[in-house]
């Protein structure tokens, strides 16, 4: 069993490669954002929160990468494996309260 220290930085690695994807979108509109970009700049942020050990942008990105949520509005098809991959561990880590 893989230990939650282990799960965070490959939740991190994850992350950073959803980063650089959201950064290729524009437009869009998906619930509290107006646009793909506006949706890269709050990713960015909470993942920089995140791993400066803010354990609340957990429920965050939870939300965001949840299926039919934030992320696959406005990455679609490109980022379903990663998104998957990804709320896999938060739904992990969010259940064990790191």
Known sequence: MFT????LNHL?????DAEKLANQFTGGYSNQFRSAE???LALADSI???KSDD?????RLWLWFAP???W????????VNL????IEILSDLKDHKI
Request: contains cysteine; proline residues 0%; charged residues 35%.
């Open 4 to 7: 939650d220290k282990y799960k």
């Open 12 to 16: 991190f690695r994850l992350l950073d």
């Open 38 to 40: 506006e949706f890269h």
């Open 48 to 50: 920089a929160k995140l």
């Open 55 to 59: 354990n609340e942008q957990i429920d």
């Open 68 to 70: 039919t949520c934030t």
């Open 72 to 79: 696959d509005d406005f990455i679609g098809l490109e980022g």
């Open 83 to 86: 998104g998957q991959e990804i």
